[in-house]
């Protein structure tokens, strides 16, 4: 097993509402960046379902310089519908599912710091401060 040092979590980059699904992802990222899967390792659907996606032991796609060394966790949403700008769209049950993903991957790496995608590269994502919200896990 590879040594995970980070967990970092982001949006799928789409409008707020729409259902989208980790085969939808894994296709974007398969066909649309010509990568062997999808890049992350978790997915969680509108309705708090938790997919599951590049399995664990594999090095994800999702952050670049991070990648070997962390799990890839993802939220459909990121966007707002009307305005196409960044946004916390997460439902009440994604929010609930995040944090039971989160608990469940702190305890199997202990050591992992929770970020988000913004804290380790120039990007909006996950639209929210993943860092703080997760502090006490």
């Not at 997915?43 to 599951?52: A, N, P, Q, R, W």
């Not at 890839?72 to 997460?90: E, I, L, N, P, S």
Request: contains cysteine; hydrophobic residues 30%; glycine residues 10%.
């Amino acid at each position: 097993m590879r040594t995970i040092n980070e967990i970092i979590v982001h949006c799928s980059d789409t409008p707020e509402g729409r259902n989208d699904k980790a085969d939808d992802i894994r296709r974007w990222h398969v066909n649309g960046n010509g990568w062997s899967d999808i890049g992350y390792h978790y997915v969680v659907d509108l309705d708090g379902t938790i997919e599951l996606g590049r399995d664990v032991a594999l090095v994800g796609a999702h952050a670049t310089g991070h990648n070997a060394n962390s799990v890839g966790v993802c939220y459909v949403g990121g966007r707002d519908a009307q305005t196409g700008c960044g946004k916390d769209t997460r439902t009440d049950a994604q929010k609930m599912s995040l944090r039971v993903l989160l608990q469940h991957l702190r305890a199997r790496f202990p050591e992992a710091r929770i970020l988000g995608h913004c804290n380790v590269s120039r990007k909006q994502c996950p639209c929210f401060d993943a860092k703080n919200e997760y502090k006490d896990l």
